[in-house]
């Protein structure tokens, strides 16, 4: 394949799934690192995407945060993939599903199928169009409320006043939770926003499932919304060894411990 179809299929790939990976793209048409690296240098010169660490977004996305939140998306994407395939199977028939407005909670959206007469209850934008494409294809039944308020532009999720106030109205089955690191202590988000959000959502919830890669574990981040004996049960995976600390917290607040192979999946 020569220079100019390479860079078409980079700017198709782009413009498909918003963000291109050096080193995926070197695998998958057959050349060096180095090779898609000058390509996306060039493009880049030619304003036809944006570079950023790995690889590259398309060029309308300048902003910093916009940028970051397309890698927070494709971070660890494979474990996310298998963490909500198990999360998804918790799912069942009649249910009210609260999910917060973590990106790793996309992937609880696009694994769940099969459900009938269930009401997602959601502050996010990705997560609800994923929803709305499953109930228009006819893959699960029952209906998705949005809950409203100030949107977040970089982040795609409802904040603020407004948000708390609309849960008040809401009660729940079943709350699935996303976090940035989990503690022997605390379970805890960098955003004020998203942690906040999902501390209301478990006020409200017969039971809430937290879904932590296994990188988040054994770590502290800004904002603590959660003890680990808050939740019946996590969701975590094995490409990291989960500490002693956390395990034996786990068990002290008998939380249920759900841990999945890191797979690799082609689809």
């Known amino acids: 394949m020569n220079a100019e179809k390479r860079r078409q299929h980079l700017l198709e790939k782009l413009n498909e799934t918003g963000f291109i990976s050096i080193s995926d793209e070197s695998k998958a048409l057959g050349v060096s690192v180095e090779t898609i690296r000058r390509d996306i240098d060039r493009m880049a010169e030619n304003k036809q995407l944006l570079k950023v660490r790995g690889g590259a977004t398309p060029a309308r996305m300048m902003l910093r945060s916009d940028a970051e939140y397309v890698l927070r998306k494709q971070d660890n994407q494979q474990v996310k ?44 934008v990705p997560v609800m169009s994923i929803l709305l494409e499953k109930f228009t294809a006819g893959e699960i039944d029952g209906r998705a409320i949005l809950i409203g308020g100030e949107m977040d532009v970089h982040n ?98 008998n939380v249920n411990t759900v841990v999945v192979s890191n797979y690799r999946y082609d689809s």
């Open 81 to 124: 993939i298998s963490i909500g395939r198990a999360a998804a199977a918790m799912i069942t028939d009649g249910q009210v599903v609260f999910l917060d407005c973590g990106t790793s909670i996309q992937d609880i959206a696009r694994s769940v199928s099969g459900v009938k007469n269930v009401t997602f209850v959601v502050n996010s």
């Open 156 to 253: 795609r999720f409802t904040k603020g006043a407004m948000v708390v106030e609309e849960l008040a109205h809401y009660s729940a089955d079943i709350a699935f939770i996303s976090c940035t690191a989990v503690s022997s202590q605390s379970v805890s988000d960098y955003t004020l926003d998203e942690g906040a959000y999902s501390s209301h959502l478990m006020q409200r919830a017969v039971k809430s499932v937290l879904v932590a890669e296994s990188n988040k574990l054994g770590k502290t981040s800004l904002y603590a919304f959660a003890r680990l004996g808050d939740f019946s049960c996590i969701i975590t995976d094995d490409t990291h060894h989960i500490p002693e600390n956390i395990k034996n917290s786990l068990a002290a607040a």
